[in-house]
């Protein structure tokens, strides 16, 4: 029975003992198996006749990193698929993110990896140079199958794909334009930029809760404490985005000298990031504390804990004279402004009259609702705002979006501008180019607080390097993607996740 074969981790390990005291040949294999296919056939067959017994550890679910929703099957579907397989004598779920800790278990004679993996640079990851290393320390030895290449990936996105028909045929298109690596490449050009980030420091406190019903005094929501969170966002969210892309990360911000929260948010940034804060004096380092309903992750309502009437004139002053010295440094400029007073009207002018290359982001909430438009801007080379923020600047609420885009991108004489339209995805203007729009690739929402920041820091990047205005939005969307799947900003997006997904898209 294919159930037999499937063996705990620890019990497979003094198996594997009593048969080399036996002379027997062990070989390992290891992988996701998302989707058997005629590959994994081939691949487990050669693989098999390297030795006597052939052993295959999965990769858990949790680390199963092929894309937006993966694994198509959950582990025990994939162990008990690849032990039906006469080639197979032993499946076994491995425990970690890699095959390193299992090899040291296991300690086959041979580990056999598809043909591939055959060149190790080509191995994004670097998980096949850990391997090598891991093989050589055991004394075993790394052999590679003969064969056509397949993907379970391809396969998934063929027939099993969650996108609506549109997105499939987007997708299509896409890929007959542009070529994965070309996508890479431009991600690993990013690497050499110095970039500053200057904007209003956020701190997300989330209070998990659940309803217990109305007090029996007043008509109001009663609610029981379950257990918080506090995440490092605004522009300490941006910061660490682009710290996991660029080379260098300056970040300029305000905290207040109450409750300045300092070493907290000196611990959650990059350690690629040098931060230079400016302290607002009597005011709090500004706080977002949200209620949430802790199994929908519904948000109930919120509080704004913060001091917006900005910093006193003698600190913005000191603060325009450290930017008129140091910006000149810096390949770009990245402005996410929440309107919450850490970027002046005269902070603004100088970003713009100084910057050699300037990026924005103009946020509408609840603190600014009605004042804070992107045209405090006068121009901008690079501008990703969301739809609801551009209806905003021109006072429409139902006007096509188009020409809207046209006229505040002519306005600020944008290079790129980038309208962020959630499920619908985004807009992408350059300035002599046409409208074009991509398709969002979103299909589980978590939380959408800092998908915008994510979408901003990455394409923002992309747009310095004069990337086509489509790939700027097929890589904020992706990043998009991603971001919304994690709750709050409890980590940033990295450049290898990206890669993935983008691989994943592509396939």
């Given at each position: 029975?294919?159930?037999?074969?499937i063996?705990?981790?620890?019990?497979l390990?003094?198996?594997v003992?009593?048969?080399?005291?036996?002379?027997?040949?062990?070989?390992?294999?290891?992988?996701?198996?998302?989707?058997?296919h005629i590959?994994?056939?081939?691949?487990?067959?050669?693989?098999?006749?390297?030795?006597?017994?052939?052993?295959v550890?999965?990769?858990?679910?949790?680390?199963?990193?092929?894309g937006?929703?993966?694994?198509?099957?959950?582990?025990?579907?994939r162990?008990?698929a690849?032990?039906s397989l006469?080639?197979?004598?032993?499946?076994?779920?491995?425990?970690?993110?890699?095959?390193?800790?299992?090899?040291?278990?296991?300690?086959?004679?041979?580990?056999?990896?598809g043909?591939?993996?055959k060149n190790?640079?080509s191995?994004?990851?670097?998980?096949?140079v850990?391997?090598?290393?891991?093989?050589?320390?055991?004394?075993?030895?790394?052999?590679?199958?003969?064969?056509?290449?397949?993907?379970?990936?391809?396969?998934?996105?063929?027939?099993?794909?969650?996108?609506?028909?549109?997105?499939?045929?987007?997708?299509?298109?896409?890929r007959?334009r542009?070529?994965?690596e070309?996508i890479?490449?431009l991600?690993?050009?990013?690497?050499?930029?110095?970039?500053?980030v200057?904007?209003d420091?956020?701190?997300?406190?989330?209070?998990?809760?659940h309803?217990?019903?109305?007090s029996?005094?007043?008509?109001?929501?009663?609610l029981?404490?379950?257990?918080?969170?506090?995440?490092?966002?605004?522009?300490?969210a941006?910061?660490?985005?682009?710290?996991?892309?660029?080379?260098?990360?300056?970040?300029v911000?305000?905290?207040?000298t109450?409750?300045?929260?300092?070493?907290?948010?000196?611990?959650?940034?990059?350690?690629?990031?040098?931060?230079?804060?400016?302290?607002?004096?009597?005011?709090?380092?500004l706080?977002?504390?949200?209620?949430v309903?802790?199994?929908?992750?519904?948000?109930?309502?919120?509080?704004?804990?913060?001091?917006?009437?900005?910093?006193?004139?003698?600190?913005?002053?000191?603060?325009?004279?450290?930017?008129?010295?140091?910006?000149?440094?810096?390949d770009?400029?990245?402005?996410?402004?929440f309107?919450?007073?850490?970027?002046?009207?005269?902070?603004?002018?100088?970003?713009v009259?100084?910057?050699?290359?300037?990026?924005?982001?103009?946020?509408?909430?609840?603190?600014?609702?009605?004042?804070?438009?992107?045209?405090?801007?006068h121009?901008?080379d690079f501008?990703?705002?969301a739809?609801?923020?551009?209806?905003?600047?021109?006072?429409?609420?139902?006007?096509?979006?188009?020409?809207?885009?046209?006229?505040?991108?002519?306005?600020?004489?944008?290079?790129?501008?980038?309208?962020?339209?959630?499920?619908?995805?985004?807009?992408?203007?350059?300035?002599?180019?046409?409208i074009?729009?991509?398709?969002?690739?979103?299909?589980?929402?978590?939380?959408?607080?800092?998908?915008?920041?994510?979408?901003?820091?990455?394409?923002?990047?992309?747009?310095?390097?004069?990337?086509?205005?489509?790939?700027?939005?097929?890589?904020?969307n992706a990043?998009?993607?991603?971001?919304?799947?994690?709750?709050?900003n409890?980590?940033?997006?990295?450049?290898m996740?990206?890669?993935k997904?983008?691989?994943?898209?592509?396939?």
């Amino acid at each position: 029975m294919p159930s037999d074969k499937i063996i705990a981790l620890e019990k497979l390990t003094e198996i594997v003992t009593g048969l080399r005291k036996q002379n027997q040949k062990i070989i390992h294999c290891h992988g996701c198996f998302d989707l058997l296919h005629i590959g994994h056939i081939r691949y487990l067959q050669q693989a098999k006749q390297m030795g006597d017994i052939l052993i295959v550890t999965i990769t858990p679910d949790q680390y199963v990193d092929k894309g937006p929703r993966r694994p198509a099957f959950n582990a025990d579907y994939r162990a008990e698929a690849i032990a039906s397989l006469d080639s197979v004598d032993y499946v076994t779920l491995n425990k970690w993110p890699t095959a390193e800790e299992a090899l040291r278990l296991l300690r086959p004679d041979v580990y056999v990896k598809g043909s591939d993996f055959k060149n190790a640079a080509s191995d994004p990851t670097g998980k096949l140079v850990q391997e090598e290393k891991i093989v050589k320390e055991i004394g075993a030895e790394l052999a590679f199958t003969e064969d056509i290449v397949f993907s379970s990936t391809n396969l998934i996105n063929r027939f099993f794909t969650m996108f609506p028909e549109e997105t499939q045929q987007y997708l299509k298109i896409f890929r007959t334009r542009y070529n994965l690596e070309e996508i890479i490449a431009l991600l690993n050009q990013i690497s050499s930029l110095n970039v500053l980030v200057i904007g209003d420091t956020i701190l997300d406190d989330y209070h998990y809760c659940h309803a217990i019903g109305t007090s029996s005094k007043d008509p109001a929501l009663a609610l029981q404490y379950e257990s918080h969170d506090l995440f490092a966002g605004g522009v300490l969210a941006v910061a660490n985005h682009v710290a996991n892309f660029a080379g260098k990360v300056q970040l300029v911000t305000v905290l207040g000298t109450n409750e300045s929260y300092e070493n907290f948010i000196r611990s959650k940034l990059h350690p690629n990031v040098d931060p230079y804060f400016v302290y607002q004096d009597d005011a709090p380092t500004l706080m977002k504390r949200r209620f949430v309903e802790g199994y929908s992750l519904n948000k109930l309502f919120e509080v704004y804990i913060m001091d917006d009437s900005g910093l006193s004139a003698d600190k913005d002053i000191a603060l325009r004279n450290w930017l008129k010295e140091k910006i000149k440094n810096y390949d770009m400029v990245i402005a996410a402004d929440f309107g919450h007073g850490a970027i002046s009207d005269r902070i603004r002018k100088t970003l713009v009259d100084k910057a050699p290359f300037l990026a924005v982001n103009t946020q509408a909430n609840a603190g600014n609702r009605g004042f804070h438009t992107v045209s405090r801007y006068h121009q901008a080379d690079f501008v990703s705002i969301a739809e609801h923020e551009i209806r905003l600047e021109m006072r429409d609420t139902k006007g096509q979006i188009n020409p809207m885009v046209e006229k505040i991108s002519d306005l600020m004489c944008c290079d790129c501008f980038v309208l962020t339209r959630g499920k619908r995805g985004c807009v992408i203007k350059s300035k002599d180019g046409p409208i074009i729009e991509v398709p969002a690739f979103a299909q589980t929402v978590v939380d959408r607080i800092g998908a915008g920041d994510a979408f901003l820091s990455v394409t923002a990047l992309a747009a310095f390097l004069k990337a086509e205005p489509e790939l700027i939005g097929f890589i904020g969307n992706a990043v998009g993607a991603l971001a919304v799947e994690i709750l709050g900003n409890q980590k940033a997006i990295d450049k290898m996740s990206l890669q993935k997904y983008l691989t994943a898209l592509m396939k």
